[in-house]
């Protein structure tokens, strides 16, 4: 069965600093991956995706994320954090197989601290 | 730039009352899906829709919830009688067509609170 697996709840750094939040899937055929974040009260907004070619993606607001076929893994990625990317960041994964239906991890809470 | 409609944006109900919400996908996009995404959790998906008929809606609790659309364009999500455990945020998502590499394109949710 396909999951999504974010491992980190909450995660706290500083403005300027460097961020990288994790998500694990687990789907037996090719990964359809997305990035989304979510500001409070908000609905999802798409950051970047991953269907196939270059593992290294780039997406909007300066996020990247790299898929790692080898690790089941697509962590994103921000080399300096802005006050603004305070919000929830959700990973899924498409599954070809069941038409567009999307599996979400459990999200990571960021906090950045001025 | 086009966006997926919802309303209301909150809604306080008590526990046996009759909700509804309503969504207004992006124009063209014949896909739509219903999620509720519990506080400190990531979207589930209720129902999703091609055109007016339901692809999936296997965990959609149908005892009380159900969900239509009439003429392939908006939705309506419904429960009755609502429980405490039906507070949560409802998400609606629209996209072009059931394929896995198309983007969903999500709504701002309807808070809902049961009290």
């Known amino acids: 069965a396909q999951s999504v697996t974010q491992p980190d709840i909450h995660i706290t750094v500083s403005e300027g600093a460097s961020l990288e939040l994790r998500c694990n899937y687990s789907y037996g055929a090719t990964p359809y991956l997305f990035w989304y974040v979510q500001s409070p009260g908000q609905g999802l907004q798409l950051l970047l995706k991953?269907?196939?070619?270059?593992?290294l993606v780039q997406g909007i607001k300066g996020f990247e994320a790299e898929f790692k076929r080898s690790q089941s893994s697509f962590n994103l990625r921000k080399p300096s954090v802005h006050w603004s990317d305070a919000a929830e960041y959700f990973c899924?994964?498409?599954?070809?197989?069941?038409?567009?239906?999307?599996?979400f991890g459990t999200g990571t809470s960021l906090t950045v601290i001025p | 730039e086009a966006e997926v409609a919802q309303s209301p944006r909150y809604k306080i109900t008590e526990k046996s009352q009759a909700v509804a919400f309503w969504c207004d996908p992006i124009s063209g996009h014949a896909t739509l899906y219903w999620y509720r995404q519990i506080l400190g959790q990531g979207p589930e998906l209720l129902v999703q829709f091609q055109d007016e008929s339901v692809v999936d809606d296997s965990q959609l609790p149908k005892d009380r919830f159900s969900a239509e659309r009439l003429k392939g364009v908006d939705s309506t999500l419904k429960i009755q009688p609502a429980e405490l455990g039906d507070s949560a945020m409802y998400l609606c998502?629209?996209?072009?067509?059931?394929?896995?590499?198309?983007?969903?394109?999500f709504g701002p949710g309807t808070r809902l609170t049961v009290l």
């Open positions: 991953y269907f196939s070619g270059d593992t």
């Open positions: 998502a629209s996209s072009q067509r059931v394929s896995s590499y198309n983007e969903q394109f």
């Open positions: 899924a994964v498409g599954a070809s197989n069941t038409g567009n239906q999307f599996y």
